[in-house]
């Protein structure tokens, strides 16, 4: 299944309920991801930019932006980035598949 990568940040309305009454929100977002036939890898609160990062897997581009529509339509969540991972070993097969089809591109500007 696609890893997918995404951060986002809290509304101030959501950190202020969540000051009031603290809560875990990876079991929330384990229990959308599983719905849409997902998994959740990982959920951590980070400092800077965003407020959270969620590694996760999803069985298709579709889905994943399923979850993030469903996330994002409850307005407790704001400014949702997300980005397609790939391991190690899929990063190679890209690579190997570059090679064969570099023969076959001219570059922007090239002769």
Known sequence: MPIFI?????TREAIKGMVVKPEDRADAVSRLLSKAGGRLIGYYLTFGEYDFLVIAE???????????LAAGSGGGVTGLRTMLAMTSIEAKGAFAAASDLVPHFRPAGGT
Not at 6 to 10: A, V
């Open 6 to 10: 995404t951060q986002g940040r809290y």
């Open 58 to 68: 999803a069985p298709s581009e579709t889905q994943m932006a399923a979850v993030l």
